[in-house]
Structure formats: C-alpha cells, structure tokens
C-alpha cells in the first residue's frame, strides 16, 4: 500500500486541479531501471490504465502499474519544500541504497519482476 502524507496530498490536490486535468487522473508512480542506484522513480500526472492499481486517499489519486507495485509497495509519497529544493519524494523503506539525490535506489528483497 501506498500513502501520500497531508502535504504531498495538498501539493497533489492543486496539481489535479489544473483545467488540462481530467476528473478520473492521479498522479502515476512508477520505477524503470536505471539512475546510479539501479531503480529510478518516475512521476507523472496520467489517466488510469487497464491493469493499474487505483489508490485513493483524501481526495487524489495515486496510479501504479503491476510491475511497479511489487516495488513501490510500502511507499510513502510525501512533498518537501526547501531552500535548495522542492518537490514530491518517495519514502521507500525497501530500499537499501538510495542515490544522494533520492530520486534512485537499490531494491532489497523480494526480487524485483522484469519490467516491459
């Protein structure tokens, strides 16, 4: 399971309501190989698709695909606004090495599935 915390919620909530936005859209997370840690995380505003796991919480939508559930599951998005940066980040404790900019990681057991 996948949860957002209330500020990534109220960062997600003004996102989703964009005029572009359909009503049915989330935010997509997922992961693809790559990035100096071997699994990086991707983010993008998106209509659901067939076979995608739906999260609802507090008004948003999170979207996920199959094969990025295994590893995304436990995450928690949150939303951090800084003096150096700002913007959403995961909070994966499944993973066992994280790059110094935390946008990739090492998966830690299970086995990550292929992904297509």
Sequence with gaps: MITATPEAVHQLRVLLAEPQVGDDWGLRLGVEKGGCAGWQYIMKVDAPAPG????EQDGIR???DAPSAVLLDGVQLDYVDSLNDAGFRVVNPRAVRSCGCGTSFEAGAPEAPPLT
Excluded: E
């Design 62 to 64: 999170l979207l996920v």
């Design 52 to 55: 995608d796991t739906v999260i």
